[in-house]
């Protein structure tokens, strides 16, 4: 029997072995999902283990997903563009490929119907997850990005790399604080922990009064899973706005790495169940 797992810090709060397990049985997969608590301090002697013990493969989480990237062979384009890896795939020969799911994660949870070529888009946030949604924007069409950050000279150093990766996009960076007007922006991600439970949870990332001047026609995104509706999606559905939940990012990006390990696809809807049982 093989085995696979998620590495990262800490790890009691995740819900991924759930979810990994349930997507697993979907499909007959008979192995393990272990759950490996990893400060990066112990991540060189991590991958040993992973190289010695009949691991397959794993998830990354934060804080590794920058720091796993420079111990891998090879990786994939969505890796490459968004720089940092969250799945791992381990070779015959113990090499290390890494991929990254969360861009595949985020498109996917966008339904079809939803058209956003051309349009504008707001991210609040500029970490890991903001990347993954600039990539997946990006290859939808949007024409135009605008970043709210807590720090913008901090994020200065994802405006140059999303720049230099998306030419044909046009992207600006503000404070979040002094949130512009949003009424052009065709959806609206956010990318921060706010809202998150035991995070600011009875909060969101805009005002109310933000809120109040949206068209019915836009688009709240909120990466945040738990809650499954934050106070942001709350808000947004009784003002008659359209919303995407964090959950499905997460499940679709889960979906990917098991089809990555194990070239089968699960089955969403039982991931989900398991997702809804374990919140």
Not at 15 to 36: N, P
Request: hydrophobic letters at 40%; a negative charge.
């Amino acid at each position: 029997m093989y085995k696979l797992g998620i590495i990262g810090y800490p790890l009691g709060h995740s819900i991924s072995a759930v979810i990994q397990k349930a997507g697993l049985e979907s499909i007959g997969e008979s192995c393990t999902y272990d759950v490996l608590e990893t400060p990066p301090e112990e991540l060189i002697s991590r991958i040993k283990f992973l190289k010695t013990k009949e691991y397959k493969g794993f998830n990354v989480t934060i804080p590794l997903k920058v720091p796993m990237s420079l111990f891998l062979d090879d990786i994939d384009d969505y890796a490459n563009i968004a720089g940092c890896v969250n799945t791992v795939k381990i070779a015959d020969d113990k090499s290390f490929v890494g991929y990254n799911t969360d861009i595949y994660g985020f498109k996917a949870a966008i339904p079809d119907t939803l058209n956003l070529n051309g349009k504008s888009a707001s991210i609040l946030g500029t970490g890991g997850a903001a990347r993954a949604a600039v990539v997946g924007l990006s290859e939808l069409g949007v024409k135009n990005i605008d970043f709210y950050s807590r720090n913008i000279i901090n994020s200065r150093q994802t405006l140059d790399y999303v720049r230099a990766k998306f030419p044909e996009t046009e992207f600006n960076v503000y404070q979040i604080q002094n949130i512009r007007s949003l009424e052009d922006s065709a959806i609206i991600i956010n990318a921060t922990p706010i809202g998150m439970k035991g995070f600011m949870a009875d909060q969101m990332a805009l005002e109310y009064s933000d809120l109040d001047k949206l068209s019915k026609d836009t688009i709240i995104y909120d990466i945040v899973y738990n809650p499954v509706k934050t106070v942001l999606i709350q808000e947004a559905q009784k003002r008659g706005l359209k919303t995407i939940g964090g959950l499905d990012m997460l499940i679709y990006q889960a979906q990917r790495a098991i089809q990555i390990w194990t070239g089968k696809t699960p089955d969403v809807q039982t991931m989900k169940i398991a997702a809804l049982e374990a919140l």
